[in-house]
């Protein structure tokens, strides 16, 4: 089980995503625990900024959990999708400053998690990819629509295509990282970022912020009807069945 602890030292909030040492992953647990935290961080109005990280190097998040994989069918997909979509715009829309501070695995719900940050800071270890298509399944929670924003629509279709795994380098150069340090010196770029942050005025960066969401209304409405429905396609899809069967027995 994933599991988020909150940390408020002054003006900065940090999300820790922990899983004991295994990646986070994004089940309904942590998709509770992030709520909670981000309503305690709405009503924190010392607040500044966010940090969002895993508590490892290794991994920031990744997507479904073997014990999700072995329970979807299309009586739970559709509860599990607006549940990640009630979370993630709840994230964006919070009116400080939010960063993902990725380090590791960065892929499938993990990645849409760290698209739903205004900024994504990523050591060179890490590594990006949107591959559910490689398990019959789609993005859930608005990470096909967040993916063509930040990287544009071709190289968009490339990825989620392809599903195909970036390095860091690579997500710096086409726009899906935002800022790039070596392991050592990731929480010393990002804590020099924060301040930079900090220097502006903390009502400009909500307006800022609001109106960089103008286009928001796709991660509801029919986005989200469009994303329920084509999920509980797939999971229905004997295809898809057999690719997760074949995907479990490896993994044991």
Not at 96 to 119: F, I, K, N, Q
Not at 135 to 155: E, K, M, N, Y
């Amino acid at each position: 089980m994933t599991a988020v602890a909150l940390n408020v030292a002054a003006d900065l909030a940090t999300l820790t995503l922990s899983a004991g040492g295994k990646p986070p992953t994004l089940d309904h647990d942590l998709l509770d625990g992030l709520d909670a935290a981000i309503e305690a961080i709405e009503k924190s109005p010392q607040v500044r900024a966010v940090i969002l990280r895993g508590d490892t190097d290794k991994y920031f998040a990744v997507g479904a959990n073997i014990n999700a994989l072995k329970t979807l069918d299309e009586s739970t997909m559709a509860r599990w999708v607006e549940h990640g979509h009630a979370v993630f715009n709840r994230l964006e829309r919070l009116v400080v400053p939010t960063l993902a501070r990725v380090s590791g695995w960065c892929v499938g719900g993990g990645l849409e998690l760290a698209m739903a940050c205004d900024l994504i800071i990523a050591s060179e270890s890490a590594k990006f990819g949107q591959p559910e298509a490689k398990l019959g399944f789609i993005t859930g929670w608005g990470g096909a629509a967040r993916l063509r924003d930040r990287v544009g629509a071709g190289r968009a279709r490339l990825l989620l295509l392809t599903g195909r795994t970036i390095d860091a380098a690579e997500a710096l150069r086409i726009g899906l990282a935002d800022a790039l340090f070596a392991p050592e010196a990731l929480d010393a770029g990002l804590a020099a970022l924060v301040d930079e942050i900090r220097g502006n005025a903390p009502g400009a960066l909500a307006d800022m912020k609001r109106l960089a969401a103008v286009r928001e209304a796709a991660f509801s409405g029919a986005y989200l009807a469009a994303e329920r429905g084509l999920s509980l396609s797939r999971i229905a899809d004997p295809d898809t069945r057999q690719r997760i069967h074949e995907f479990l027995n490896r993994k044991r």
